[in-house]
């Protein structure tokens, strides 16, 4: 069975940064697109941003361009986001998912348990 | 961006009931629309990809149509395990949004 572990989380006050780790096992990691998702307390989920196999391909959610990179190391079969200028409003559970994809549509097709980051002064 | 809107926000309903669940996109997506189960503490959990494909594992009752801009996911009889929130998705453009969810509560 597919395994996502996130690390990392953490509390950081308002302006810092911090780094998100995403361990995968018992897949073809290089093979997939992978996704960062985020949920603050109380909300639905919001796509954060993506990564393509070769990690050469990045898109990110506007409100966090210029602040959060994604990037992967599939040597280590690991998937990052560093968070910098971190505020309240990203305070949530970050999760990592791989991606599906079947005749063109893709989908989240599994989802680690993941990572609490609390951004508070 | 391409808004989801789900309705309803809320539904309140007893076992053996059949729920539907509408997920209406702002424009055209074609059939590039998800769906997730979420129980509390818990990561989503894919129930349909591409509007109308059941998830390996996924039990039978789940189902999932399009037409036009309008999804719904279907829950043919509603099990005591499927009390949760539901969420859309959709995959055709960036950024790829979720819908505001419905929580389905006994």
């Known amino acids: 069975e597919v395994q996502l572990v996130e690390s990392g989380g953490g509390l950081v006050h308002p302006g810092g940064s911090l780094r998100l780790s995403c361990a995968a096992s018992r897949f073809t990691f290089g093979s997939y697109w992978m996704t960062w998702v985020r949920q603050a307390p109380g909300k639905g989920p919001e796509w954060v941003a993506n990564i393509n196999p070769y990690g050469n391909e990045k898109y990110y959610l506007e409100s966090v361009k210029g602040r959060f990179t994604i990037s992967r190391d599939n040597a280590e079969n690991s998937l990052y986001l560093q968070m910098n200028s971190l505020g309240p409003e990203d305070t949530a559970i970050y999760y990592c998912?791989?991606?599906?994809?079947?005749?063109?549509?893709?989908?989240?097709?599994?989802w680690g348990q993941g990572a609490l980051v609390t951004v508070s002064s | 961006d391409i808004q989801l809107t789900q309705s309803p926000s809320f539904l309140s309903a007893s076992v053996g009931d059949r729920v539907i669940i509408t997920c209406r996109a702002g424009q055209g997506i074609g059939n590039f629309l998800a769906w997730y189960q979420q129980k509390p503490g818990k990561a989503p959990n894919l129930l349909i990809y591409?509007?109308?494909t059941l998830q390996s594992g996924v039990p039978s009752r789940f189902s999932g149509s399009a037409s036009g801009t309008e999804f719904t996911l279907t829950i043919s009889s509603l099990r005591p395990e499927d009390f949760a929130t539901y969420y859309c998705?959709?995959?055709?453009?960036?950024?790829?949004?979720f819908g505001g969810g419905t929580k389905v509560e006994i």
């Open positions: 998912a791989r991606v599906g994809l079947y005749r063109g549509y893709s989908y989240l097709e599994y």
């Open positions: 998705q959709q995959f055709n453009s960036y950024p790829p949004l």
């Open positions: 591409a509007a109308s």
